[in-house]
């Protein structure tokens, strides 16, 4: 045991916490040396527990431990990564009622995380352990399937992961040279190994480069990437405590749909009344910032997360009467608006229908092409056409991580394989909220093909702003659960469920919108095979058609808000 006389913080590291099986799981623990008992946070996590505490917990007047999950870092076990099933259930509970029955502690656990932390808390939550109060699982969603969109594969935030983030500490435990540590894996990928990896055909041959157990669950999660192998929405009813999530707009872990989950299905009425959400213009890596990739949305955008947090836990754990029960369940950032909102569901009552329907002369390649998207279902030209080539894929425009984002696709003018179609300038606002839908007539010469869409803000000022983003994959266009090729040339209605969002299209800017059959890395590429793309190497070419007529009305659908205000 340590003491910081200056703070006055106690600080045992690695304190070893057993398991009913057996197993010991270390955690390093803090709390303040004089006073107490205290309420405890706990934050389980795979990617190393913090060496340092956060003092604001500890000024607060909790004591708090961070744990290294199970067969990571410095805990014992086999780790199984969230593809398969794992013990996290039982051991987050283990750990839960440990703390609560150490003498300095007063038996009133939180827990709280990010990511993969958060998901540790969901899985802690459904097992319905006695003495944990509350939770601030952030950014996680109901499915490992709501990572990828529809059929597909997230390649590059999935490769980046296992390389970078999951495997340097089973490297070091499996003898295997370094890096050992994410920031060498890192700093190997970005500069020298990136390109490789991700251009590695099949990619299910990257698996032999993993170490074990990786390689063997990392290899079965792409033999069966549609896997369900964790699902929340039937969980909410296990669940007894109220959440405090946080989560944005270009969060590819978007954790929205917890919400209705709770509010519907939630084992208590705390849990079902209390569990709230706050949703910003921010990714993944960007929770209460203003900026995200270099799109700068506004002070107002800018949000102490960790004080809401804080606030959270004074109210379930210490009993302070500071207001945080009475706070609307969602609170959401209109971007262009750059104002918050507050809505008792997500999403908000009240919204209308606007159907925009796609129309062009023919030639809606790029944005200096004809593309226009209109009320009216009438165009002088029935289709447009483009080539998919899967040797020469749409570029993903986001950051050199890739993990998830904004961007100005501005950066994509140069291509033909974007059909763009877009308003006139807006004579007026235009406010959306909830999740665009794209209804889509299309065929392909291909068995199976991709599309994919962007909602675009085209400002007068230059930038075109990404807002939200959705795709399909032909074979998986009506479930999950079965492939269904297509008739190479048959028309096809495909539904595209974009991300959700919440935008205020200013007037002079124009609502756009952008197809194309790729984002690659971003979502591995169908290779318009009908094969499993991730295991099969071979690539064919697909001519793409899109149509937009009376008998064929491709449209996109947006639910307008029009309220005003906080």
Not at 20 to 27: A, E, I, P
Not at 191 to 202: C, I, N, S
Not at 448 to 453: N, P, Q, R, S
Not at 473 to 500: K, M, Q, S
């Amino acid at each position: 045991m340590g003491i910081d006389g200056t703070l006055g913080i106690l600080e045992d590291l690695n304190v070893a916490v057993p398991m009913r099986d057996g197993v010991t799981l270390r955690g390093n623990l803090w709390r303040p040396a004089a006073g107490g008992p205290f309420p405890a946070l706990l934050m389980r996590t795979p990617y190393g527990k913090p060496a340092v505490p956060n003092l604001r917990y500890l000024r607060a007047g909790y004591a708090v431990m961070t744990q290294d999950s199970r067969g990571r870092y410095a805990s014992d076990g086999t780790f199984t990564v969230f593809s398969e099933p794992t013990r996290d259930s039982e051991d987050g509970y283990d750990t839960v009622e440990w703390l609560a029955a150490q003498p300095w502690c007063n038996g009133r656990i939180g827990t709280f995380g990010a990511s993969y932390c958060g998901w540790m808390q969901w899985m802690t939550a459904k097992a319905r352990p006695p003495h944990l109060l509350a939770m601030c699982a952030r950014s996680i969603p109901l499915e490992l399937t709501d990572i990828d969109w529809p059929g597909a594969f997230k390649l590059a935030r999935r490769l980046h992961w296992w390389f970078t983030t999951i495997a340097p500490d089973l490297r070091r435990r499996a003898g295997w040279p370094p890096p050992h540590t994410p920031a060498e894996a890192r700093a190997i990928w970005a500069g020298l190994e990136q390109g490789r990896w991700l251009g590695t055909l099949p990619v299910s041959a990257v698996t032999h480069h993993l170490p074990p157990p990786l390689d063997r669950q990392a290899a079965d999660w792409l033999l069966e990437p549609n896997r369900r192998a964790w699902q929340f929405a039937a969980a909410h009813h296990d669940i007894e405590v109220p959440n405090l999530d946080f989560t944005g707009w270009y969060d590819h872990c978007s954790s929205i749909g917890h919400l209705t989950g709770m509010q519907t299905n939630g084992r208590t009425a705390l849990a079902r009344e209390q569990t709230r959400v706050v949703i910003g213009p921010w990714a993944h890596g960007t929770i209460g910032q203003r900026e995200t990739m270099g799109i700068d949305f506004g002070p107002q955008a800018a949000l102490d997360t960790q004080d809401l947090e804080m606030r959270w836990f004074d109210h379930w754990l210490k009993g302070i009467d500071n207001g945080v029960d009475r706070h609307p369940p969602v609170r959401y950032y209109v971007i262009g608006a750059d104002t918050w909102k507050n809505s008792g569901t997500w999403p908000p009552p009240g919204l209308t229908e606007i159907a925009l329907h796609l129309a062009s002369d023919g030639q809606a390649n790029g944005p200096d092409g004809n593309g226009r998207l209109q009320e009216a279902a009438d165009s002088p030209a029935e289709a447009d056409r483009y080539r998919y080539d899967p040797h020469d894929p749409v570029p993903t425009v986001w950051g050199p991580d890739l993990v998830s984002g904004v961007s100005d696709r501005r950066r994509l003018a140069h291509r033909r394989d974007i059909l763009v179609y877009r308003t006139e300038p807006l004579a007026a606002d235009i406010e959306i909220a909830g999740s665009p839908e794209l209804v889509l007539h299309a065929a392909s010469s291909a068995p199976d093909t991709d599309f994919v869409a962007w909602l675009i803000d085209e400002r007068t000022d230059g930038p075109a702003i990404e807002v939200s983003s959705g795709m399909v994959r032909a074979r998986h266009r009506n479930t999950l659960d079965r492939e269904e090729f297509i008739t190479p040339g048959e028309v096809v209605e495909y539904r595209i469920r974009l991300g959700p969002t919440a935008c205020r299209f200013r007037r002079g800017n124009r609502i756009r919108l952008d197809i194309a059959s790729s984002d690659f890395p971003n979502i591995d590429r169908n290779h318009n095979t009908g094969r499993n793309d991730l295991v099969d190497p071979e690539f064919a070419g697909a001519h793409q058609t899109v149509l937009h007529s009376h008998a064929r009305p491709s449209r996109l659908i947006l639910k307008a808000d029009h309220t005003r205000g906080a």
